[in-house]
């Protein structure tokens, strides 16, 4: 892929902002992006602005451990993943740009009975629902990956895992950028360093955002922000199945060996990958206590090691790099809420939780086919908003607030 | 550190003006682990507590041990993260060493009280 | 390089780690909720999430094992010591 990489990214600021757009989207993180880059691309939409508080990528699109699977726990969950597992696989064609993207296959590892029957019904609603994972046995588990203790320190035996093949990863600023430049390529306007501080009425209608810029209308305001969306929605008296919970991770220095594959324990509450430049990458479980801090913890550092090491004990020697803290959008059922609100012009896609960067192609190309269509795609009909009133939760164990 | 070892107590659950007046045994080791509970060692018999709603329990499920005050003290020093109290006689509990105990600190010796199923990680963090 | 440490003043234990400690929500319904219906939907899926101070439970795990009230903010996780208590108001 290396013939994209010279090319310095281009991204066209707009010098003015328009007193109103046909679509106005906030949050310049990897779902607003996209959505804007489909509108323009597939619907002829480019009157449209992104508004984004930080600068693009700035909040948990660089933030996260970009890793991309499809290996869900229900039906409805595993279509739309693989939909964006797929699509990923194209991007780099589609956007002309070197995204990094790497399959490198991801173990589920079961330590319990319990494990092994959950790893088990992954395997076959997956294969029956479009992906592909399947059930492996402590052998092929040692072939796949030497370095795991089988053992798991005498404490997490290994009992078995499912694989997915499928698993890859990708470099998540260039998705960001190469997102953001085919958008403002095609004339969407992205504003930086400005806040959305309130909407635009008309009776219950919104008309557009109040900012930092001044007000903007807008035909339809689009809320893609992560982290701070039931803030947002309380400003127009929406009530979301929203929590804000901080996710830590941290990475190591240079592990001199390949490490090939993504390695995740639901037990251990860990998931351990490499990034390209050779660092281990690891990551956890959100911190139970709702909260919008950045800071970072000693006592996550502390059993979160723990744990990586007992799966994989060469971390023992390796010393961390970099330490830090998302903020991360869980749902009640641990599924994303993408679509209308109930409030007339207003739509949301949110509850990303943990796993918001392996959807980001599929959660923009059906936001954007909703928006220019004004019918919910169905694909992603089953994540309305209104399931929680209909009684159709989508309570997902192979989500579960890991990655 | 010498094997922890079984030790009898009785739970009682009062409220917290009734814990105040009760009558414990002579010479008894009380600990108030909250305003309405203590853990008293031995038997505690139910009209020593004036509530009469008053709950009054055999537990068991606490391991102990005794230790000269200085290897308690150092202990102590480098597996919790938390004040230890000045004073003597003193109850103190928390987190040590990344286990729930119960610490009752006298003048030459002080207790730690473990729940049972942490009695073998916490002998070997002793070590 | 200082560690930052989150901390709780048990009124009853005294000053612990937080993680000696489990959370516990306090759910809010807005009173603006007033169909039983809306309010029971509310109370099950929906939450505020407030971005700044939030009234809530903490149960002492590894301590005195009672429940305490406190406030915290979301933004930074900071505990102003004095508004633990205890009971559970």
């Keep these: 892929m290396n013939e994209f990489v010279e090319r310095l990214v281009d991204l066209r600021w707009p010098d003015h902002v328009r007193p109103s757009y046909d679509v106005v989207i906030i949050g310049g993180g990897g779902h ?3 959505t804007a880059y489909y509108l323009a691309t597939r619907h002829g ?25 499809a290996n869900y726990g229900i039906p409805e969950a595993v279509r739309f993943y693989q939909h964006s597992l797929e699509m990923y696989g194209q991007l780099e064609q589609e956007t002309g740009r070197d995204l990094m993207h790497a399959t490198k296959g991801l173990l589920w590892i079961a330590h319990s009975e319990a494990g092994v029957r959950q790893e088990r019904a992954r395997a076959e609603i997956n294969t029956a629902f479009g992906s592909r994972t399947e059930y492996v046995d402590v052998k092929t588990i040692s072939e796949i990956c030497p370095q795991l203790d089988m053992t798991g320190q005498g404490v997490w035996p290994i009992y078995g895992a499912s694989y997915h093949p499928a698993g890859a990863s ?10 953001a430049e085919g958008a403002m390529r095609l004339g969407v306007h992205v504003h930086q360093r400005t806040t959305v501080t309130g909407f635009l009425r008309d009776g219950d209608r919104v008309t557009g955002v109040q900012t930092t810029a001044g007000p903007i209308g807008g035909g339809l305001v689009v809320s893609a922000v992560g982290g701070h969306v039931t803030t947002l929605a309380s400003m127009v008296g929406l009530r979301l199945p929203i929590r804000t919970h901080q996710l830590q991770a941290f990475v190591t220095n240079r592990y001199a060996q390949a490490f090939g594959p993504i390695v995740a324990s639901s037990g251990l509450g860990v998931y351990v990958s490499q990034t390209a ?28 090691a723990f744990r990586s090491i007992a799966l994989l004990p060469f971390l023992r020697d390796l010393r961390v790099l970099r330490q830090w803290t998302g903020v991360c959008d869980m749902s009640t059922d641990y599924s994303p809420v993408m679509g209308f609100t109930g409030v007339p012009n207003l739509l949301v896609t949110t509850g990303w939780g943990t796993w918001g960067f392996k959807a980001i192609p599929a959660g923009g190309e059906q936001m954007a086919a909703l928006i220019a269509t004004g019918r919910t795609p169905p694909l992603i009909a089953p994540f ?8 159709r939760t989508m309570a997902d164990r192979g989500s579960a607030g890991t990655h | 550190m010498r094997a922890l070892e079984r030790m009898l107590f009785t739970r009682v659950v009062a409220t917290p003006a009734a814990i105040d007046r009760a009558v414990w045994p002579t010479g008894a080791l009380v600990l108030r682990i909250a305003q309405d509970e203590v853990l008293a060692a031995g038997t505690v018999d139910l009209g020593a507590v004036p509530d009469q709603h008053a709950i009054v329990e055999p537990e068991t499920a606490f391991c ?29 509990q928390g987190a040590v060493a990344g286990i729930p105990v119960k610490v009752w600190f006298e003048a030459e010796r002080i207790l730690f009280l473990v729940p049972v199923p942490f009695v073998i990680d916490f002998a070997e963090r002793w070590s | 390089m200082t560690v930052r440490r989150l901390r709780i003043q048990c009124p009853h234990c005294g000053v612990r780690a937080i993680e000696e400690f489990l959370h516990g ?19 099950a899926f929906m939450h505020t999430n407030a971005e700044g101070l939030v009234t809530e439970r903490w149960f002492h795990a590894m301590g005195c094992r009672r429940w305490l009230t406190l406030t915290r903010d979301t933004r930074t996780n900071d505990i102003p010591e004095r508004t633990t208590s205890y009971p559970p108001s």
């Design chain 1, 32 to 34: 607003g992006l996209a």
């Design chain 1, 277 to 304: 430049k050779g660092e281990m990458l690891v990551g956890a479980e959100v911190d139970r206590a709702p909260a919008y801090a950045y800071d970072s913890g000693h006592s996550f550092l502390r059993s979160c």
């Design chain 1, 170 to 179: 990708a470099r998540h600023d260039r998705v960001v950028w190469a997102y």
């Design chain 3, 25 to 43: 929500e306090i759910p809010t319904i807005p009173e603006r909720v007033v169909d039983p219906d809306a309010r029971d939907l509310d109370r």
């Design chain 2, 64 to 92: 102990g041990a005794w230790v000269d005050h200085k290897s308690g003290i150092q202990f102590l020093e480098h597996a919790c993260d938390w004040e230890l109290p000045a004073e003597r006689p003193a109850f103190a």
């Design chain 1, 45 to 69: 939409i480019t009157n449209v602005a992104v508004i984004e508080k930080g600068y693009i990528g700035s909040g948990n699109s660089g933030r996260n451990t970009t890793i991309i699977r």
């Design chain 1, 384 to 391: 309305a908003l209104e399931r929680f009133a209909n009684d």
